[in-house]
């Protein structure tokens, strides 16, 4: 059996070599000098090795006594290793909180190249959860306690925040499934027991006299250049409000005609392409002679580092007279899907490739992004006419589709 004064005497070798101390128990000693206490035992007919630590942190008496409690274990029928890897699972569930594990999942998001704004929107939801189960280790969160959270949220009258946060909760239930620090999805189980909003659509102006005296006021605005042509390239080229007070110069080919908003900056994680009419054109080409020194093409009015706030143009449109059941700046897709849809003009595809849903088909989705180019061309600027047409002189444009002809009637 071994000494004190022999461990401590040990030097090391230029390979591992080992020194036994009896009943399994031996030390490896590595050639940067590393005393590593070991248990070698035998379990169905196979060697096994279970790490008890390191001397001097690991004396010479606590190894024995972890190597007599290891041998009590093989006793009963237990393996060690897999006794030991079980507790210290046990050990990381119990110190890893509800908010530890969100803080975690959101650093990965912002890892993925989430957009700035989903991940304030998943701070947000933790924020709301924390006072309630931030604290709480995951592994002992019960479907009560996360229904607790969830219902003080819907006695406010936040139905939809509700839905949303437990939805939340559960992407950091399967997260710590995954990363083997939990074990079930409470969040799962608390489905139906909240009140379900009645869905509500962003207001948008469908009707196509009403969308001519929108475009006048439009461009009768007076306020900031930037935010007028900001809202007239608006119903042209239909983007996500995010996608244009976000928009670059870099973003824009003159030349070919064409605006490509980069996967970081799309809902989707996807480049998307819009085709660029000449009305369109001639807007930017506006916009550029304001000589703004950023790169944005709508930088915000003190730090031209920044683009437009997310509210401005809704902003504007109140200025305008249009309040928010009325119409939002979101509502300008609204507006393009309704009208290109009743025209009967265009295939349902390229109208869904201009507005950048996605097709769930992945083959599909290839088919239609090559085969809509030609077409969402020729549509780009028929929308654009058929705007101008919209707009000029309060009259509304009835068009025969059928035998491509088109009429004007007085207001």
């Known amino acids: 059996m071994l000494t004190l004064r022999q461990i401590r005497s ?30 070698r035992y035998r379990l169905y007919g196979r060697e096994r090795r279970l790490s008890l630590g390191k001397f001097p942190q690991v004396g010479l008496r606590t190894a024995r006594a972890k190597c007599h409690d290891a041998r009590d274990q093989l006793a009963g029928g237990i393996d060690p290793a897999v006794a030991k890897r079980n507790k210290l699972v046990t050990m990381v569930a119990s110190t890893a909180t509800f908010r530890a594990i969100a803080d975690e999942y959101i650093d990965k998001m912002k890892a993925e190249g989430k957009a700035p704004a989903t991940l304030a929107k998943l701070r947000w939801f933790r924020d709301l959860l924390d006072p309630h189960i931030g604290s709480m280790p995951i592994g002992g969160v019960s479907p009560h306690d996360l229904l607790i959270a969830l219902k003080l949220i819907e006695r406010r009258g936040h139905h939809e925040t509700a839905v949303r946060t437990r939805g939340f909760a559960g992407r950091i239930f399967r997260y710590a499934i995954a990363t083997l620090r939990a074990e079930h999805n409470h969040a799962e189980v608390l489905r139906g027991a909240l009140i379900v909003p009645k869905v509500t659509h962003r207001a948008a102006i469908l009707d196509p006299r009403h969308v001519g005296e929108l475009l006048r006021a439009i461009q009768s605005y007076t306020g900031r250049p930037e935010t007028r042509i900001a809202l007239q390239l608006a119903p042209h080229v239909f983007l996500r409000p995010g996608e244009l007070r976000a928009a670059k110069w870099s973003d824009i080919d003159f030349d070919d005609a064409v605006w490509t908003i980069p996967a970081a900056r799309t809902k989707m994680r996807r480049s998307h392409a819009v085709p660029l009419s000449s ?128 009429t004007c009637s007085p207001e």
């Not at 080992?18 to 031996?26: A, R, T």
């Open 10 to 39: 040990l030097r090391p070798r230029s390979k591992p070599y080992k020194i036994y101390d009896g009943n399994g128990l031996f030390l490896l000693i590595q050639p940067n000098g590393s005393r590593l206490w070991r248990f």
């Open 279 to 406: 009305q369109s054109l001639a807007l930017l080409r506006e916009l550029g002679t304001l000589n703004n020194p950023s790169h944005y093409l709508f930088p915000a009015l003190h730090n031209w580092r920044q683009p437009i706030c997310e509210n401005n143009l809704n902003n504007a449109l109140r200025q305008l007279g249009y309040d928010g059941d009325e119409m939002t700046a979101h509502g300008f897709r609204a507006m393009a899907s309704t009208l290109l849809n009743e025209s009967g003009l265009w295939h349902p595809d390229a109208i869904e490739r201009a507005l950048a849903h996605c097709d769930p088909d992945p083959v599909r989705a290839a088919y239609n992004r090559a085969s809509h180019w030609a077409e969402r061309v020729r549509m780009a600027q028929w929308w654009s006419d058929h705007l101008d047409e919209l707009r000029s002189a309060g009259n509304v444009i009835h068009v025969d589709f059928r035998g491509g002809r088109s």
